[in-house]
């Protein structure tokens, strides 16, 4: 069990919380907070929404059309980094399945807490609300991109991790935004009222 002390402060989330039911694993997710360590600085914030995909059986999925180069990640040891590329902008996942399945959970946005300064360098706008509500500008204020794909993301020297401060907070679903084919089951999950989701 591995422990961070400092602006990031608690305990960093092992394999096992990962190797579950994507959806699971997205709700556990809210509230965590997620934390990139560039250089000599910590920058993150608050977890406030996300959407689970599955595997061949989920047609918004990455994975829908079976195993390739590209989505291979999602069939590997869950605790991953799953990083793809879409309208210029990087996507962060975290792999997270039970055994033998495939899925992922996407990060869609957070709730800046520290390392804001760094962060609006990485992508300057004039509201911080701007600043990491939706995938493609958190990855841009937390300098994610593909040399993280991969990347565990459950050890005290990873370069991206996420960690646990049992914070409990009332959740909204809603379907996953911008797929042509969705399940019928809702799974999008965001922190009721935050003013960081995604719009």
């Known amino acids: ?19 579950r039911d994507p959806s699971l694993v997205a709700l556990g997710l ?3 907070q997620l934390v990139r360590r560039l250089d000599e600085n910590l920058l993150g914030g ?25 989505n291979r990640m999602m069939w590997m040891e869950p605790g991953r980094a799953f990083i793809y590329n879409v ?3 990087w996507m962060f996942n975290v792999v997270a399945h039970e055994p033998g399945e495939v899925g992922a959970v996407l990060v869609r946005a957070i709730e800046p807490l520290y390392g804001v300064d760094v962060m ?27 040399r993280l794909n991969g990347a565990y993301l459950t050890g005290e020297d990873s370069e991206i991790f996420i960690l646990d401060n049992n ?23 965001f922190v009721k009222g935050n003013p960081y989701i995604s719009r």
């Not at 992508?123 to 593909?146: F, Q, Y």
């Open 30 to 32: 809210l509230g965590k």
């Open 167 to 189: 914070l409990r907070m009332e959740v909204e679903t809603s379907h996953r935004i911008g797929v042509r084919r969705d399940l019928e089951k809702e799974l999008r999950f």
């Open 46 to 70: 608050l977890i406030v929404e996300v959407e689970a995909y599955y595997g061949a059986e989920d047609p918004a999925s990455r994975a829908f059309r079976g195993l390739k180069s590209f």
């Open 87 to 89: 309208h210029r902008y």
């Open 120 to 146: 609006m360098k990485n992508r300057p706008v004039k509201n911080i609300r701007d600043l990491t509500s939706g995938p493609g500008r958190l990855s841009e204020a937390l300098a994610i991109d593909k």
């Open 1 to 19: 069990m591995s422990t961070v002390k400092g602006p990031a402060s608690g305990r960093i989330l092992d394999g096992r919380f990962y190797c």
